[in-house]
């Protein structure tokens, strides 16, 4: 008898720590979705969450993202950095493949490698694709396109999307459809011909009606929650898009696939602006708390929340003055449309510079502050996003005054990436299969694992 007892006890054990490897498109059919949601708050490391909680919520709150059930940490390297971009970084998200920065859908060798988006098209599912950014930049472009460089390919990636016929498209960067061929005819006039409803503001999108939708807010990006009552905006919340997305792709019984991305939480974060931080952050978390509530109407769903990247090392400092941030109204991108430049464009004046402080961020500079401040500008070494060194230089002098935990100026303005760093990021999960993205895993992992819950083949190595 205790001979019986040992082997069987032996047997549980082998089972427990020698588990049936995985078969490629393997999957227990009872644990396949329906639908899955990918949401990407882009930038968004455990810094970033924890502002938006404290200024939120305070000490004791939570986001609505930290009661999700299932949670792991993910790498981001790319192919050629330690640290990725959000190209590389949307690349790896959507196809499991690492590639270099700069490169969207493609491997290192210029090859174009199909998307997790892709697989569920050719499975028969609808596919839906959101973001605050425009809906041709790099982490929309990575499951949508291919092009070797994402800065270069803005209307290529929405001639692909056209012909991809993503049943869902809602963001920013109208300017990148309105682009007319020699036949006079705009890409926006191509969806329409393909029987696409269009809108362009919040009014329209609640009213919008059919089985594929175009919404384009914004002639770049959608504006920054911090900005958008001062802009009088009438741009939809990510919440409002997400909800519509879904109202339009759970039509019939085919199911889904939907991104989410909550862009402007890297933008804040580019700009040392912790204010803005907060605000993006609590918009994404609050389409997440949308998502989730739909999918726990039903048991057929899975709902992911992961990040591309971390941006400027955000971490929330003991020093921090929170109650004077949570006063800041408008963003550094809109303090800086309000400096006046001297007559000698060398500089901003510096009766601008000291208003736009004291008005906005309720700082008063001193004449040797203003000094500095235009040498910084001037000086600048920023390799990226050069248009916005104005908003990074004010949003940095604000995170500095203000003693934010942030990535030193001088460190992002040689970064490749403007100030993106290698940490790793959370995931989270909630729904049908949400307990395989427990653990430590690399982004490529992300798609690899959706895939084999769906039983389609793995993408390729």
């Known amino acids: 008898m205790k001979k019986k007892i040992y082997f069987l006890l032996l047997l549980i054990t082998f089972s427990v720590f020698n588990p049936k490897p995985v078969v490629k498109g393997e999957t227990n059919q009872h644990n396949r979705p329906k639908n899955v949601i990918l949401m990407i708050g882009d930038g968004m490391g455990l810094g970033q969450m924890e502002i938006a909680r404290m200024f939120e919520y305070g000490r004791e709150g939570k986001l609505f993202i930290e009661t999700l059930p299932h949670v792991g940490l993910v790498h981001t390297y790319s192919a050629n950095n330690v640290v990725t971009d959000s190209a590389a970084g949307g690349t790896a998200l959507a196809t499991g493949v690492k590639t270099n920065n700069g490169m969207i859908g493609m491997s290192p060798d210029k090859k174009e490698v199909d998307s997790i988006l892709d697989k569920f098209k050719a499975n028969g599912k609808k596919v839906g694709v959101i973001s605050t950014n425009t809906v041709t930049d790099a982490t929309p472009a990575s499951f949508t396109a291919s092009v070797q460089n994402r ?266 990436t403007g100030g993106h760093t290698g940490n790793m990021i959370p995931i989270f999960a909630f729904g049908k299969g949400a307990e395989v993205f427990d653990g430590v895993m690399d982004n490529t992992d992300v798609p690899k694992r959706i895939e084999n819950l769906m039983g389609y083949e793995f993408l390729e190595e």
Not at 176 to 203: C, H, M, P, W
Not at 229 to 252: A, C, D, H, R, Y
């Open 151 to 416: 800065w270069d390919g803005q209307y290529e990636i929405a001639k692909q999307q056209l012909k991809l016929n993503v049943d869902v498209l809602l963001g920013g960067g109208s300017q990148f459809f309105q682009k007319r061929d020699e036949r006079g005819a705009s890409l926006i006039d191509e969806f329409k011909n393909k029987g696409y409803s269009y809108v362009t503001n919040r009014t329209e999108l609640s009213k919008a009606k059919g089985e594929k939708l175009l919404g384009l807010f914004n002639s770049s990006y959608m504006s920054f929650k911090l900005d958008q009552e001062v802009l009088k905006s009438n741009e939809p919340s990510l919440t409002e898009m997400t909800q519509k997305g879904i109202e339009f792709l759970s039509k019939g019984e085919t199911g889904f696939f939907l991104i989410v991305e909550g862009a402007r939480i890297d933008h804040a974060a580019h700009s040392s602006d912790i204010t803005g931080i907060w605000k993006e952050t609590i918009e994404f978390d609050q389409a997440v708390k949308g998502a989730v509530n739909w999918a726990n109407t039903r048991n057929d769903t899975l709902v992911i929340v992961v990040a591309d990247h971390e941006t400027m090392g955000i971490s929330l400092t003991e020093p921090i003055a929170l109650n004077e941030l949570k006063n800041i109204k408008v963003s550094p991108a809109y303090m800086a449309s309000k400096l006046i430049r001297k007559k000698t464009k060398d500089g901003y004046t510096e009766k601008s510079i000291k208003d736009v402080f004291k008005t906005y961020a309720h700082i008063e500079l001193s004449n040797e502050e203003v000094k500095k401040f235009n040498e910084s500008i001037e000086n600048s070494k920023d390799q990226v996003y050069k248009k916005f060194k104005v908003s990074w230089e004010i949003g940095n002098l604000i995170s500095e005054h203000y003693q934010a935990g942030i990535v030193r100026n001088e460190v992002r303005s040689i970064s490749k």
